[in-house]
């Protein structure tokens, strides 16, 4: 079992940068893709940015070039730097960690970007 913890989310300007953090507990041994989803009141939870063990990366087309995902794989902790943000990228954040063919979830982290 693989329990994941958030940090980072928060209100920021359109404009404005913030650092999401993830960590990893419990079984960890065995993890392979992680990333970041998001999801708003009344839409389906969206993929933003995946990152495999060995640190190959997958962003969605309405975040490149403004976000980035990376991950520390002695700690076990993915991060999310987000730059740029704009009001539209409003949305509670989870992260996710997949083992053995089965997906684990955060409990999401809430970021809010002002106009």
């Known amino acids: 079992q693989v329990q994941l913890v958030e940090s980072g989310g928060g209100l920021v300007q359109a404009g404005g940068s913030l650092r999401l953090s993830c960590a990893a507990s419990g079984s960890i041994s065995s993890i392979n893709d992680m990333g970041w989803y998001r999801q708003v009141p009344g839409e389906p939870r969206e993929l933003v940015a995946t990152?495999?063990?060995?640190?190959?990366?997958n962003y969605a087309d309405s975040v490149k070039g403004r976000f980035t995902i990376s991950r520390d794989n002695v700690k076990i902790t993915v991060h999310l730097q987000m730059n740029s943000l704009k009001p539209e990228d409003t949305a509670v954040y989870y992260c996710?960690?997949?083992?053995?063919?089965?997906?684990?979830w955060g409990q999401g982290t809430q970021v809010t970007v002002s106009s």
């Open positions: 996710n960690a997949n083992q053995l063919m089965r997906a684990y």
């Open positions: 990152i495999t063990k060995i640190g190959k990366t």
